[in-house]
């Protein structure tokens, strides 16, 4: 949609001295303008019962405004979204030819209610001499859903899935809850209506989270890395859209006489949210947070999230402090590069977007590609941190973060798949590009293979070897590599936990964040991803952060007094 023309939005009382035909003639000259269509045209019920004019609010244009082909909302309730995404659809049914709009639904009983309030409802009350122009070949309602066939051609039906034919524009609601409470029909949506999606086509996919794991989850989370990757977005790219509680202006409230009142950890929990979103909470906000929040509980941040990262609540105890992890998303940005590093060779190649052209997949991610923040500096000195994938069934991911030592900044990041001897001559290269950088691979599973092939093509002196504190004979070889175990796994997230309290984590990728948002105690006071997450990223970067803690100090060249003889018999 192009840019609206507000000044021609039209007020309700422009008609009320028209007669019949002036009102007529006038609503024909505003129909070639969709902004004016989706602002005057269409009836609703409001949360009152009232017939009223629907009208965009700000979050809801600002959507429409920025929409891509394919489009995931992640939003606070009761924003609107599920309405103007479905008048928007009815529109396009309306005055387009051959145009098929499909709605997904939670469960049978939403459909109904979709189709009756935000479909037939809209268009039953449109005037009845523009009504009478759209002639329909077939109409079916009933409690499940519904489904209107217009004669020129287009159509608009609502029902729990689509998996044959082709939908030019979709919008799946509530997908968070489809994939909580039905996985069934979640694999449904995933193997078969988007896959009815093809290239140029407009989809939505909305939802308040539900909880993490699971398709809403994960598409979330690779869409928000996208975003942030800053790479060109294609036509099968999902575009990420995140709505919060503080964005829409009836999140208010009366501040008391006796003023503003909050605890320490509202205080805290406040000042990392400004921190993080780049915005400033008005005292009404926060009056209407800690009200809403007595009755909402635990569910406050699900419903009402102030920030993308703390929509999606963990099931588990948190092992980083949420707090601290929040502050820590104000210094996440794009990288200044990314590329697409063959391991064999190490040339790398610049991304401009992500696999463009025709492609079957519906998710594309950041997957063996290397992000890059600042380019290696000569007179610094970096660490590597790597986690080398388990080769397991469930999709585990190997992961490595460089960093600097001076900072402990974040400077370049890579994870995904490759076998065991590629990765280790990726982390060469890179190593190799950063100054031979000290690299502390993680031993455990796998990595005994890449530490195999990386003491073949990597200076020695420069890969971690395990310290003992308590060994008896000092004879033994030091083992390469990091072995993460229950009682070196505390040293390295302790670690972490205290760069994050003091806000110089240094951490610049928000997909580290995601998988620290995820990173739980187990009934059994494990850490670990909780269920249907990963912690490869987390791992890597505590592993990082603990080599530029270990690794040694570059040796101090003295520089030679050429004005004195260097004979050695001067001396």
Known sequence: MTTPQYDAWLVDDELSGMTEAQQRLFIITKLANPWWRLNNLYKIENEKGEVVTFRLRAAQRALL???????????????????????????????????????VAQDKQAAGEIFRTKIA?????????????????????????????????????????FRSGTVQRLHISEHGKICAKYPAKAKEVRTGTLNAIHDGCIAFIESTAEGVGGDFHEMSTQAMELEQSGVDLTLQDWKFHFFAWWQDPKYTALVPAGGLILSKYHRE?????????????????????VAKEINQRDEMKQEFPSTPLEAFLTSGRRVFDSISTMSAQAFCKPPLLVYDTDPVTGKRTKVQALRSGKNEDLVRTLHNLLLVWELPDPDEDYAIGADVAEGLENGDRSSFDVIKKSSGEQVAHWFGHLDAELFAQLLAHVGKWYGTAYIGPERNNHGHAVL?????????????????????????????????TKQSKPIVTEGLKTLLRNGVSGIRWIGTLNELNTYVYDKKGSMGAQTGCFDDQVMSYAIAQEMRARMPARPKVTPIDRSKPTNWMSH
């Open 452 to 484: 195999q092939k990386l003491r073949d093509i990597y200076p020695l002196r420069a890969i971690y070897a395990e310290q003992y504190l308590d060994r008896q004979d000092d004879d033994e070889t030091p083992k390469l590599g990091w072995l993460t």
């Open 269 to 289: 929990y406040f000042a990392a949210v400004e921190k993080s979103m780049h915005i400033t909470l008005s005292d009404e906000q926060r009056q209407w947070y």
């Open 121 to 161: 409802f809209p268009f039953d009350n449109l005037p009845g001499w523009l009504k009478a122009n759209f002639k329909i070949a077939e109409r079916r309602s009933g409690a499940n859903g519904g489904s209107i066939l217009f004669a020129h051609g287009s159509s608009i039906q609502v029902a729990t899935s």
């Open 65 to 103: 405004e920025s929409m891509h082909y394919r489009n995931i909302i992640l939003k606070a309730r009761q924003l609107g979204f599920s309405t103007a995404i479905d008048i928007y659809l009815l529109d396009q049914a309306l005055f387009n030819n051959n145009l098929k709009c499909g709605i």
